[in-house]
T-cell receptor, first 115, second 110 residues
C-alpha cells in the first residue's frame, strides 16, 4: 500500500465547468475526509465518510459540491459550475478507528485553478 | 477567535538554532496533531499526542492539557526542516475531523 493517492495533482479549468477529483485511501482505513486549503490558510473540513456512508458535511460544501464513496473504498469529489473562489488545494485523508488510535494519512492533494 | 491558534506565523532562523512553535486551543480535545507541509501541498503527520511528550529524531512535541497548549521543538535545525508546520486538534465525538491552525512557515537559512 503506497498511502493515500489523489488524482489529478493539478487541474486548471474554466469557470462554469465541472471537475471531479478522486481519492484512493489506505485500504484498511474505514474513514475518509476531504479538506480544502486556500493560500496561506490551514485546511478546512469539507466532508467525512465512514465506510460508504457520508456522515458529516461542512456548510462550506455548497450545493455545487458532491462527494461519494460508493463501495467504501475510493472517493470522488465533484464541483459543478466552478467559480474562481473554488480555486484551492483539495486534500484527502484517511484514518482508522478500528485499532483505537486515530492517526491520519494525507494525500498529496489536488490543486484546482479556476480561470 | 480561531479554535486553534499558532504562533509565530512566520519564523526565520539560522541553521543549528533551536526552534519552538506554539499552539493553543480553546476547548477540550481528544488529540492534538503536529503536521508538516512542504511546497507542493503534501501533508505529513509528525505527531499525535493527548498528553505528555513525544520525541522523534530532532523533533519533540509536548502538550499541557490543563493550559490547552502544545509546543513543537526542533533541535539542531537544518535547511531541510524548512516547511509549514501545522497544529490540528480532533474531538472525541462525531467525525473526529481535524480542526487546523493557520500554520507556521519556518525557514532555516544555511
Amino acid at each position: 500500500d503506497t498511502g493515500v493517492s489523489q488524482d489529478p495533482r493539478h487541474k486548471i479549468t474554466k469557470r462554469g465547468q465541472n471537475v471531479t477529483f478522486r481519492c484512493d485511501p489506505i485500504s484498511e482505513h474505514n474513514r475518509l475526509y476531504w479538506y480544502r486549503q486556500t493560500l496561506g490558510q490551514g485546511p478546512e473540513f469539507l466532508t467525512y465518510f465512514q465506510n460508504e456512508a457520508q456522515l458529516e458535511k461542512s456548510r462550506l460544501l455548497s450545493d455545487r459540491f458532491s462527494a461519494e464513496r460508493p463501495k467504501g473504498s475510493f472517493s470522488t469529489l465533484e464541483i459543478q459550475r466552478t467559480e474562481q473562489g473554488d480555486s484551492a488545494m483539495y486534500l484527502c485523508a484517511s484514518s482508522s478507528n478500528l485499532g483505537g488510535a486515530v492517526g491520519y494519512t494525507f494525500g498529496s492533494g489536488t490543486r484546482l485553478t479556476v480561470v | 477567535k480561531n479554535e486553534v491558534e499558532q504562533s509565530p506565523q512566520n519564523l526565520t532562523a539560522q541553521e543549528g538554532e533551536f526552534i519552538t512553535i506554539n499552539c493553543s486551543y480553546s476547548v477540550g480535545i481528544s488529540a492534538l496533531h503536529w503536521l508538516q507541509q512542504h511546497p507542493g501541498g503534501g501533508i505529513v503527520s509528525l505527531f499525535m499526542l493527548s498528553s505528555g511528550k513525544k520525541k522523534h529524531g530532532r523533533l519533540i512535541a509536548t502538550i499541557n492539557i490543563q493550559e490547552k497548549h502544545s509546543s513543537l521543538h526542533i533541535t539542531a535545525s537544518h535547511p531541510r526542516d524548512s516547511a509549514v508546520y501545522i497544529c490540528a486538534v480532533s474531538y472525541l465525538q462525531g467525525a473526529q475531523k481535524l480542526v487546523f491552525g493557520q500554520g507556521t512557515r519556518l525557514t532555516i537559512n544555511p
